[in-house]
């Protein structure tokens, strides 16, 4: 079975929901990824930790207080602990294996390993997502943690991976292509029509991020990046 997405369209900019699509609903919740999936998201972006109990979770902040009713590090949670809590007071912090079920394939999920110790078991979920009908174009995986990115290519010579960065993005290039990544994800401000040619020119896709306002995403249409991350994904055309 042919992916109808993939990691590059032709003239068009892929319109990736960030955290969901949190400029709308609660991010990294279920309906936030439900909602990115109405809005035609092309990719959606999520981030996870491993707690306490080895459950791999989505969510964004080290600690809860942001955008939970609980208190202190997410990492030393139990699952079974963090669900009575609320996020933004109505939803729940997910598994990352509920929000894989949740697009169902129709878009690529781009898990950011926002955690420490985070490659292994969120390769173990995808592993077992593959033998139920996901493929691995179903999925792309980036970080700042360079370190569990090349944990991430030695565990799986083949799965996508975007590096992220939000110091000059031509000082990714190297790492980029020692682990074989697809793309680098830079701050969109650290962008120029210089180093986007350097990407380029080697061979990386680019998708930078979170670029919300019109201005900014003009900019980016003319430095013909290949995706933006993005809180209003119906901004990207
Ligand atoms: O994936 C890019 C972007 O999400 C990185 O920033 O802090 O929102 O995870 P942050
Ligand atoms: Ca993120």
Redesign the pocket.
């Known amino acids: 079975i042919m992916s109808t997405i993939s990691f590059s369209q032709n003239q068009k900019t892929l319109r990736i929901g ?2 969901g699509a949190m400029a709308h609903v609660a991010e990294n919740t279920v309906e936030s990824i439900q909602k990115a999936v109405e809005m035609n998201c092309d990719m959606i ?1 999520i ?1 996870v930790y491993k707690i306490k109990d080895d459950s791999l979770i989505v969510f ?1 902040d080290a600690v809860l207080e942001r955008v939970t009713n609980g208190t202190g590090y997410i990492e030393d949670y139990t699952y079974a602990e963090l669900q009575p809590l609320w996020v933004k007071g109505e939803y729940k912090i997910p598994m990352l294996s509920q929000v894989i079920e949740a697009i169902d394939k129709k878009a690529i999920l ?1 898990i ?1 390993l ?1 955690g420490s110790d985070t490659a292994e078991k969120t390769h173990e979920i995808i592993r077992s997502f593959l033998l139920k009908g996901w493929q691995k174009s179903d999925f792309i995986i ?1 970080s ?1 943690r360079w370190d569990e990115l090349k944990k991430m290519r030695e565990i799986d010579s083949s799965i996508a991976i975007a590096v ?1 960065t939000e110091q000059e993005p031509l000082e990714a290039i190297a790492f980029a292509q020692e682990i074989r990544a697809v793309a680098i ?1 830079p701050y969109f401000e650290k962008l120029t029509p210089f180093n986007v040619q350097k990407i380029k020119d080697a061979g990386l896709l680019i998708y930078p ?2 670029v919300n306002e019109y201005t900014d995403i003009r900019k980016m249409y003319e430095l013909k990046v290949d995706g933006i ?1 993005t809180n209003y994904p119906e901004r990207i055309e």
Request: aromatic residues 14%.
């Open positions: 960030h955290r972006e981030d964004h781009n950011e926002k980036s700042f992220l994800n991020w979170t991350i």
